[in-house]
């Protein structure tokens, strides 16, 4: 009598522990993908934001290297060169698609249409930018190019440009499950040049 109870005890307890596992495995089915995707989609986010950090501070360093530079020849060369310092000289091609050195509005800082634009690419002989502004090769090209910046300081205070760094790149997920990830975007820093650095492009 007392072995029949057992196995009877034993038995239900054997059938419940099965239909317990069973409902576990349902849960852990149904809760799994989400959990999955909740990790994957904090992952992508926190690369996108330390890569948008990385740009950002690069473009604000790049910025004040020219507004040092003033009216010098060499400063877009040194911009980029600044630019490529502050991304640990790690420049991706696939990465970068343009960099537009540029007169920013000096009331709202809106982009004008006075600017220099270089694209990156690495395969070159010497020279990494497209056109080059190195003075020994092509020098400064485009609508605004360093010997036209203002660095006069005015007695209003005034008078002198605004001088922006826009980097427009793209950024690639990792594992393409989050939509809106893999996009192109924009960091832009400003910043005012100092007055009358250098009275001419030759230092």
């Not at 089915?29 to 992952?43: E, K, N, Q, S, Y």
């Not at 060369?77 to 540029?102: C, H, K, S, T």
């Not at 205070?157 to 893999?182: C, K, N, R, W």
């Amino acid at each position: 009598m007392y072995r029949r109870v057992v196995a009877v005890m034993v038995a239900r307890w054997m059938r419940r522990t099965g239909r317990e596992r069973g409902a576990v495995m349902v849960e852990m089915a149904l809760v799994l993908p989400l959990l999955l995707l909740l990790v994957i989609g904090a992952i992508e986010f926190g690369l996108l934001f330390h890569e948008r950090l990385t740009v950002a501070s690069a473009a604000s360093s790049a910025a004040r290297t020219g507004a040092t530079m003033g009216i010098r020849e060499e400063a877009d060369y040194a911009i980029l060169q600044a630019l490529e310092a502050g991304l640990y000289n790690q420049v991706d091609p696939a990465v970068i698609i343009r960099v537009d050195i540029f007169k920013a509005d000096p009331v709202s800082g809106a982009k004008t249409g006075q600017y220099d634009r270089y694209l990156y690419q690495p395969l070159a002989a010497s020279c990494k930018w497209s056109p080059c502004p190195d003075v020994d090769e092509d020098g400064p090209v485009g609508t605004w190019v360093p010997s036209s910046r203002d660095t006069t300081l005015d007695d209003g205070g005034g008078g002198l440009d605004v001088l922006g760094v826009e980097i427009i790149y793209h950024h690639t997920a990792v594992s393409g499950f989050i939509p809106g990830i893999d996009r192109d975007l924009t960091e832009r820093a400003l910043v005012r040049l100092e007055p009358g650095v250098f009275e001419a492009s030759g230092g």
